[in-house]
């Protein structure tokens, strides 16, 4: 039994990591997109960043469907990837709820309280996305 426990934990802890690296990587696409649509094309930066903004969220769920949980089938892929962006806006208002919180009632500076709403978003969304985007079948 513990060697079935230790696997379990293995394979969730090895999921989580990808899922971070996915992440990492979803960032990198959305800096290196930005950059070169704003430096490089002169494109304006407000459209450069919304369209680095898509990329990556195209990059991050392609990741994370195919690489993170697997699911290298196009089956319900509409489906997920609606899911998916909608947890992802939702982040990004929960993100904006405790940085208001954690600066303006608790008076604590920006950049520790975005680390906080960043893990607070990432380990949240990482359940939901597993619970409700790319469901186990087996």
Known sequence: NTDIL?????????QMFRYITSG???VFVLIATLTTL??????????????AYVASTICAFLLQKNWTWNRTHATNIR???FLYSTIALCGILINAGVMHGLIAVYKMWYIPAQ?????????????LYDRFVFIQKD
């Open 38 to 51: 704003h430096e490089l094309l002169h494109v304006p930066v407000e459209l450069s960043s919304a369209t």
């Open 6 to 14: 230790f696997k379990i934990d293995m394979e969730r802890t090895n």
């Open 79 to 81: 489906r997920e990837f």
């Open 115 to 127: 680390f906080i709403a960043i893990a607070i978003v990432v380990t949240g969304n990482f359940f």
């Open 24 to 26: 990492g990587i979803s």
